[in-house]
């Protein structure tokens, strides 16, 4: 079963970016807002390329945009945290899509019909549950 967890979590992890919380630098071009790889970023730092950290007062984030007071002149590194952390940050509609994909996986590996030999009701699948990733 930790396998076809571990499938299904690269899957999603592959269309959205990390679920569980990792620390993430990346080089962006500057302009009106500074795009970042991951839609959920937070604690985010900027420095200009050799230069100074931008002090984080007047900065926002949304989507995985940075915006600021001004315009964003040159190349920035950002520093932020990408991923949904664990528990209650990730979102139900992730979760239910996570047990989805097990699901398809335990039924086209293991054979959940009763010709494959007796397979348990779905309800009764090893560690099939909403609280999986808490």
Do not use: C
């Amino acid at each position: 079963m930790a396998a076809f967890v571990a499938a299904a979590k690269a899957v999603i992890e592959r269309r959205i970016g990390p679920v569980e919380d990792v620390t993430v630098t990346e080089r962006v071009q500057g302009g009106s807002s500074l795009l970042l790889r991951w839609p959920s970023a937070r604690n985010v730092s900027v420095s200009r390329v050799g230069g100074a950290t931008l002090p984080t007062e007047g900065l926002s984030v949304r989507h995985g945009v940075v915006y600021g007071p001004s315009a964003f002149g040159g190349s920035y590194d950002v520093t932020y945290t990408a991923g949904y952390g664990t528990g209650a940050g990730i979102p139900a509609d992730l979760k239910l899509a996570a047990l989805e994909l097990v699901r398809h996986f335990w039924d086209t590996q293991r054979g959940n019909s009763p010709a494959a030999g007796g397979a348990l009701p779905d309800d009764q699948m090893p560690g099939m549950s909403l609280d999986m990733y808490d």
